[in-house]
């Protein structure tokens, strides 16, 4: 895993983080809903978004290194569609 890689994913968990100890605060604090709601949303966003870059590094060292194994196309393909579905959920 690419140090670049590992960097923005620390930075986006940490951003991650920060925003579920927000909505923590918030709930304690009785915020109104509509602000809870906004905040958990742009969480789910957070996480969504966080998730396709890991299936794409994953995606890529999968390729690299299946290639180099020699496993079969059909395998590789097979592994690509799981991945896939599981960041689609």
């Given amino acids: ?11 986006r968990l940490k951003r991650i983080e920060g925003q579920t100890r ?6 304690e604090e009785a915020r109104d809903c509509d ?13 969504r978004s966080a998730s396709r870059l890991m299936a794409e590094q994953y ?3 999968c390729l690299q290194s299946s290639s180099k194994r020699g ?6 393909a097979a592994e ?10």
């Fill in 1 to 11: 895993m690419a140090d670049d890689f590992k960097s923005e994913m620390i930075k």
């Fill in 22 to 27: 927000g909505v923590q605060k918030m709930v």
């Fill in 35 to 47: 602000e809870i709601m906004h905040q958990l949303n742009a969480i789910n966003e957070a996480v």
């Fill in 59 to 61: 995606a890529m060292e």
């Fill in 71 to 76: 496993k079969a196309r059909d395998t590789l």
């Fill in 80 to 89: 690509m569609v799981d991945m896939i579905t599981r960041v689609a959920r």
